[in-house]
């Protein structure tokens, strides 16, 4: 996988306006769909669930799970389930994509969080918060929200911004005034030190 390429992906995952180069990186994945890596089918998954494509995105899925069949490691099984939950999500079946998300949990030992752009799970925990918000659970969401905060993990500066957008809706929700002012003075930090 070519980590600039995937970074393109991931950032389109983030909010980010998707760059044409993330587009011809997909579909060059796709071509060989059966011979990537857990890691390239996430950033495969990732990219076909921004456009809901349930065709691609359950052969995608199917190709994960092939790979836990044979020997595998623990990331053939994490991005398997990752694969499921984006299928489940494009299919609107919104049950169970909030209860496949919400079992998601990162599995690597801190190097690998910290180090490798999927083990964190940023782009599924974001979308777990999304959907806990359209779900009615403004608090839920919020505290999902807040987990990325932690600046030790980088992958998760690039999803802040969107968890603070999400976290100003979410404390609107709760009517709580002091949460929604500060996650807006961190969005406006954050815009205007992007600014600089």
């Known amino acids: 996988m070519n980590a600039a390429f995937g970074l393109y992906v991931v950032s389109a ?22 011979t990537r890596a857990a890691p390239s089918l996430w950033l ?3 990219w076909n ?22 020997p595998g ?6 991005i398997a389930r990752v694969c ?18 919400a079992a998601l949990r990162p599995t690597g030992v801190r190097q690998q969080i910290e180090g490798q752009l999927w083990e964190a ?6 979308e777990y918060a999304r ?17 990325f905060d932690s600046p030790q993990v980088l992958i998760h500066q ?14 609107r929700a709760l009517a709580d005034s002091t949460l929604e002012r500060r996650a807006r003075t961190r969005l406006a930090i954050l815009a205007d030190s992007g600014r600089r």
């Open 84 to 101: 499921a939950a984006y299928l489940s999500l494009a299919r609107h079946d919104t049950a169970s994509a909030l209860s496949q998300f």
């Open 121 to 126: 799970l940023a782009p599924e925990r974001m």
């Open 13 to 34: 995952a983030a909010g980010l306006p998707p760059s044409p180069a993330a587009e011809r990186f997909a579909t060059q994945l796709f071509d060989k769909l059966d």
């Open 44 to 46: 495969l998954a990732l």
């Open 49 to 70: 669930a921004r456009m809901s494509d349930t065709a691609r995105l359950q052969r995608i899925t199917a190709a994960a799970e092939a790979r836990v069949r044979k």
């Open 158 to 171: 690039l999803f802040l911004p969107a968890s603070l957008d999400l976290r100003v809706r979410a404390a």
């Open 73 to 78: 490691q623990r990331v053939d099984s994490l």
């Open 131 to 147: 959907l806990l918000l359209s779900r009615g659970d403004p608090a839920g969401a919020h505290l999902v929200a807040s987990t």
